[in-house]
């Protein structure tokens, strides 16, 4: 069974917008137990989206104190792929403007790796980002995905396919 890659904004828009830790709990426990059961885990970049060593919000402070420390793997071992993604990138300048393509190549962004990590590992990227081939302002994940065959679901895709529910 592939294991499931959760992208940033799984978290972000769970937190502000759909699963909010005080009236959501449940969601949050669900994610517990299914990295417990290593079903799902992210890298180390998105980690670094996410939490704000000098001023932790509330997802933050989940991210260092709730789930387990092995959660967000190391990416550095996906460079293969990486360049294979940002040759892509650079190769499609003719489509994405040069600010797209800076801002997907950008160091701090986790997408590029993450989509490096699950086409190294044979993951299933969960995303709450859609395919939108016709944006030529931005890179989403969807795009490279889709030429390079990796495959991406949205967190209730992901649910549902676990049988899971919270």
């Known amino acids: ?11 972000i828009q769970a937190h502000r917008m759909h699963y909010p830790f005080d ?14 059961d290593d079903v799902i885990f992210s890298i180390d970049k ?12 509330i997802l933050g402070k989940w991210c260092h104190n709730d789930i387990k420390s092995n959660f967000f793997v190391d990416s550095s ?3 293969d792929k ?22 997907f ?3 701090d962004l986790a997408d590029p790796w993450l989509i490096a990590y699950a086409m190294k590992n044979n993951n299933v990227i969960v995303t709450y980002e859609v395919s939108r081939p016709e944006m030529k302002a931005k890179i989403k994940i ?3 995905c889709n030429h390079f065959g990796v495959r991406f679901i949205t967190p209730i895709e992901m649910f549902r396919e676990l049988k899971e529910k919270f």
């Open 1 to 11: 069974m592939s294991k499931y890659l959760l992208d940033s904004n799984v978290f």
């Open 23 to 36: 009236v959501v709990p449940s969601f949050w426990d669900k994610l517990i137990t299914l990295s417990d």
């Open 46 to 57: 998105v980690k670094k989206e996410l939490y704000d060593h000098q001023n932790p919000d």
């Open 77 to 79: 071992n996906c460079i």
């Open 82 to 103: 990486y360049g294979l993604i940002a040759n892509w990138a650079v190769a499609n300048n003719h489509h994405y403007k040069q600010t797209a393509i800076d801002e």
């Open 105 to 107: 190549l950008s160091p």
């Open 142 to 144: 969807p795009e490279p």
